[in-house]
């Protein structure tokens, strides 16, 4: 009797079962459902893996426009297989004292975590405007902690690399600045003369620091970190290798596609080879996507094109990248993570995120409504 009815239960089991599973797909432009079945709230997003879990961080948005301005700060989650999110809360907290750089009301994009694991502290960064003005400060932000999911205690902000000269500088930067160089240009493409050096924003920032935007962080093999970001009023990619305890600018850096206006850039390593994944520069609306490789960090970097392949691809499939992930454990598996924006309720933004396919050691992107890392590990098994 007891069996009879412990069989009647079965069904009813296996029903919660499967409910509790969580959904072993990524499935792009989706609504992500987080631990507590909310949308999960990380965008312009980056991930650590540490210690066998991977820790998405990211700007946390709020309803309306003005969640395109910091007032919570920056969010964690964890997981351990990249489909199911458990929130860990706000690693970064905005600060509510007027005087604070992070002030509730600024603008803080794109945070990324790094491990240092001399100091075995974890260290962000991240774009930071002032609050009320604009974009023009276009300052990195540093805060550290001493566990990956925060709190994280906001060190500095400040412009990089003042009083250090590019390791390609051009004769024309050293030159006197001459006194027609605006202090800001609007900062999108156009607003600037070209060619971009003949307004020798180099120089003119020499002194004060060079303008840092949308950003990125990149630890390569041996442990050197680099950042990258969107500088010279967004005309030009500069990378700054990093002081050993990824606190501040080692004073070496690299100018990248001078005037190509990219942002979004992604800095990842596969085979031996350098590769960026960025975007061009039009708000927050989307466009094509930039691929380049380039066999040292500090150039020379040769342009691929655009990676996105098929309908929507001029869109980069309606998405702007902000980090490529290698997958611990699989072979040749990286993640493009973009975010498909909707500022005027940004906390709706979309994550895209897609598998990265190598044609002849170029990047490519296909859409995809529903995908795993095991049906991309089968195609790519294929492939071979
Ligand atoms: C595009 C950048 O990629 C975003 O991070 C953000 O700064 C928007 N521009 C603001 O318009």
């Given at each position: 009797?007891?069996?009879?009815?412990?069989?009647?239960?079965?069904?009813?089991?296996?029903?919660?079962?499967?409910?509790?599973?969580?959904?072993?797909?990524?499935?792009?432009?989706?609504?992500?459902?987080?631990?507590?079945?909310?949308?999960?709230?990380?965008?312009?997003?980056?991930?650590?893996?540490?210690?066998?879990?991977?820790?998405?961080?990211?700007?946390?948005?709020?309803?309306?426009?003005?969640?395109?301005?910091?007032?919570?700060?920056?969010?964690?989650?964890?997981?351990?297989?990249?489909?199911?999110?458990?929130?860990?809360?706000?690693?970064?907290?905005?600060?509510?004292?007027?005087?604070?750089?992070?002030?509730?009301?600024?603008?803080?994009?794109?945070?990324?975590?790094?491990?240092?694991?001399?100091?075995?502290?974890?260290?962000?960064?991240?774009?930071?405007?002032?609050?009320?003005?604009?974009?023009?400060?276009?300052?990195?932000?540093?805060?550290?902690?001493?566990?990956?999911?925060?709190?994280?205690?906001?060190?500095?902000?400040?412009?990089?690399?003042?009083?250090?000269?590019?390791?390609?500088?051009?004769?024309?930067?050293?030159?006197?600045?001459?006194?027609?160089?605006?202090?800001?240009?609007?900062?999108?493409?156009?607003?600037?003369?070209?060619?971009?050096?003949?307004?020798?924003?180099?120089?003119?920032?020499?002194?004060?620091?060079?303008?840092?935007?949308?950003?990125?962080?990149?630890?390569?093999?041996?442990?050197?970190?680099?950042?990258?970001?969107?500088?010279e009023e967004n005309s030009t990619l500069h990378i700054s290798k990093l002081t050993d305890d990824y606190l501040s600018y080692s004073g070496q850096y690299f100018r990248a596609f001078v005037g190509r206006y990219m942002e979004g850039a992604t800095l990842f390593k596969r085979n031996g080879k350098y590769y960026i994944i960025a975007s061009d520069c039009t708000g927050w609306a989307p466009n094509a996507a930039r691929s380049a490789v380039a066999d040292q960090i500090f150039g020379n970097?040769?342009?691929?094109?655009?990676?996105?392949?098929?309908?929507?691809?001029?869109?980069?499939?309606?998405?702007?990248?902000?980090?490529?992930?290698?997958?611990?454990?699989?072979?040749?598996?990286?993640?493009?993570?973009?975010?498909?924006?909707?500022?005027?309720?940004?906390?709706?933004?979309?994550?895209?995120?897609?598998?990265?396919?190598?044609?002849?050691?170029?990047?490519?992107?296909?859409?995809?409504?529903?995908?795993?890392?095991?049906?991309?590990?089968?195609?790519?098994?294929?492939?071979?």
């Amino acid at each position: 009797m007891i069996i009879k009815f412990q069989l009647f239960l079965l069904p009813f089991f296996c029903v919660l079962f499967l409910k509790a599973q969580p959904n072993k797909q990524f499935t792009p432009g989706e609504i992500w459902n987080d631990n507590n079945g909310k949308h999960i709230n990380a965008h312009g997003g980056g991930i650590l893996y540490y210690n066998g879990t991977y820790y998405w961080y990211g700007e946390h948005k709020i309803a309306g426009k003005i969640g395109n301005s910091a007032q919570v700060g920056v969010s964690c989650y964890s997981s351990k297989d990249l489909y199911y999110w458990k929130d860990e809360s706000i690693a970064l907290k905005v600060d509510e004292d007027p005087a604070s750089d992070i002030t509730k009301g600024c603008t803080l994009e794109r945070p990324k975590v790094i491990y240092n694991a001399k100091t075995k502290k974890f260290v962000m960064w991240f774009h930071l405007e002032l609050k009320g003005k604009g974009y023009y400060a276009a300052r990195s932000g540093v805060a550290v902690s001493d566990k990956p999911e925060g709190p994280f205690t906001f060190q500095k902000s400040f412009r990089p690399n003042a009083g250090y000269w590019p390791v390609n500088v051009q004769p024309c930067h050293k030159k006197t600045v001459s006194p027609d160089v605006k202090d800001s240009y609007c900062g999108g493409k156009g607003c600037l003369p070209a060619p971009v050096d003949s307004v020798n924003l180099v120089g003119r920032d020499f002194k004060g620091g060079q303008m840092a935007r949308d950003m990125n962080l990149f630890v390569d093999d041996d442990g050197t970190a680099y950042h990258i970001y969107s500088s010279e009023e967004n005309s030009t990619l500069h990378i700054s290798k990093l002081t050993d305890d990824y606190l501040s600018y080692s004073g070496q850096y690299f100018r990248a596609f001078v005037g190509r206006y990219m942002e979004g850039a992604t800095l990842f390593k596969r085979n031996g080879k350098y590769y960026i994944i960025a975007s061009d520069c039009t708000g927050w609306a989307p466009n094509a996507a930039r691929s380049a490789v380039a066999d040292q960090i500090f150039g020379n970097w040769t342009e691929l094109g655009n990676p996105a392949i098929g309908t929507d691809s001029e869109t980069t499939f309606r998405s702007q990248s902000t980090y490529v992930l290698q997958v611990q454990g699989k072979k040749d598996s990286y993640i493009f993570m973009g975010d498909r924006w909707t500022p005027d309720n940004p906390i709706d933004g979309r994550y895209i995120w897609l598998p990265i396919t190598f044609e002849n050691d170029a990047p490519k992107l296909y859409w995809k409504d529903a995908w795993s890392l095991k049906s991309d590990e089968r195609k790519r098994e294929r492939e071979e």
